[in-house]
């Protein structure tokens, strides 16, 4: 079974929808992340985690709010989705000595 | 500048070697990682270098790190088709670089290519 699981992984849904992304991981890691990834932009971080009780803003937090409902889940919700929040999302964790990051295969998401 | 530079594509022949390269921007960072991206797939960690080594082997994979330039490469020996995918390399800063612990900083990917 994969460590790092993202369901959906394909949605897709109408401008002013409001859709969560859901990431679980069984790696026991406290440091858990959302990326999102454009063609030619590579990924940016979106919102982290460094456990249940802390939530940052990464580089692109504006339209998107986080929720860590346990150590091992971190969802992703989009308020009201907007066509320019197409993109592919990842969830990552990280909790080793080198803080390798550990990605989950992603969610195409689509807003029409 | 203040983003991980890498050039978007490189093709090689199957059999050569690719190198892929990267400029970082924290002189102090304590950590230096190459991602693997396969079609349809999330990221997977390569390897990684500590900032204290120039060169780190790993069987065909080669990373060099030159502190001074803040440059940073990945050889793949005897490149094979199942080599070709997006390769990213990402650093993780030092906190007087605005960094926090675990955070990484990407590149925008170089797509590898390899014909037969």
């Known amino acids: 079974d994969a460590d790092v699981t993202q369901t959906p992984r394909n949605r897709i849904t109408k401008t002013g929808k409001r859709i969560m992304l859901e990431c679980s991981q069984t790696?026991?890691?406290?440091?858990m992340y959302w990326y999102r990834q454009d063609p030619g932009l590579g990924l940016r971080l979106i919102y982290y985690?460094?456990?249940?009780?802390?939530?940052n803003k990464g580089e692109i937090s504006d339209g998107y709010s986080v929720s860590r409902q346990a150590q091992a889940k971190f969802s992703l919700s989009l308020e009201s989705a907007i066509p320019n929040q197409t993109a592919l999302y990842f969830c990552?964790?990280?909790?080793?000595?080198?803080?390798?990051?550990?990605f989950g295969p992603g969610t195409r998401l689509l807003v029409l | 500048g203040e983003d991980v530079e890498q050039s978007l594509f490189l093709s090689v022949r199957e059999g050569d070697s690719s190198v892929i390269n990267c400029t970082y921007t924290?002189?102090?960072?304590?950590?230096l990682y190459w991602y693997k991206q396969e079609p349809g797939a999330g990221l997977q960690l390569l390897t990684y270098?500590?900032?204290?080594?120039d060169m780190k082997q790993d069987q065909r994979l080669t990373v060099l790190l030159n502190k001074k330039d803040k440059h940073l490469s990945l050889r793949i020996a005897d490149t094979q088709t199942g080599d070709s995918a997006i390769y990213f390399c990402?650093?993780?800063?030092?906190?007087?670089?605005?960094?926090?612990?675990?955070?990484?900083?990407f590149g925008k990917g170089t797509k590898l290519s390899v014909k037969p």
């Open positions: 990402a650093e993780r800063r030092s906190s007087s670089y605005g960094g926090s612990q675990g955070n990484l900083i």
């Open positions: 924290d002189s102090s960072s304590t950590y």
């Open positions: 985690s460094f456990d249940v009780k802390d939530i």
């Open positions: 990552a964790t990280s909790g080793d000595r080198v803080e390798t990051q550990y």
């Open positions: 790696k026991g890691h406290d440091r």
């Open positions: 270098i500590f900032s204290n080594m």
